[in-house]
């Protein structure tokens, strides 16, 4: 049974930083792209970062760009996400997602997913 454990979220002024964490078990965790996305309520799910199996490639959305970095440790199964000069616009729930690398890049779908983590950034 795949799992996906994101954790690190909590509240923080606007211009601080938090780093979230995501573990992975019951997958081969190195076949796998991962991903971060967040969501706010009324809004749908967004894109925020994607980081190849390898690590070799990272993706990000222009709204974060320059703020936040992915990053991953296959001998963990741990994925990350470094999020500095937070805005309170940064505030959702974020989801760490899991797909299987098929040469794609960068991944176009997410088999497997996280139950979020909330992060909220005041201002």
């Known amino acids: 049974q795949v799992q996906l454990v994101e954790s690190g979220g909590g509240l923080v002024q606007a211009g601080g930083s938090l780093r979230l964490s995501c573990a992975a078990s019951?997958?081969?965790?190195?076949?796998?792209?991962m991903g971060w996305f967040r969501q706010t309520p009324g809004k749908e799910r967004e894109f925020v970062a994607a980081?190849?199996?390898?690590?070799?490639?990272?993706y990000y959305a222009d709204s974060v760009k320059g703020r936040f970095a992915v990053s991953r440790d296959n001998a963990k199964n741990i994925v990350y996400l470094q999020m500095n000069v937070l805005k309170p616009e940064d505030t959702g729930v974020y989801y760490c997602?899991?797909?299987?690398?098929?040469?794609?890049?960068?991944?176009?779908?997410?088999?497997?997913w996280g139950q979020g983590t909330q992060v909220t950034v005041s201002s």
């Open positions: 997602a899991a797909g299987l690398h098929r040469g794609t890049w960068p991944p176009p779908r997410y088999e497997y």
């Open positions: 019951g997958l081969t965790f190195s076949n796998y792209n």
């Open positions: 980081i190849r199996w390898s690590a070799s490639m990272t």
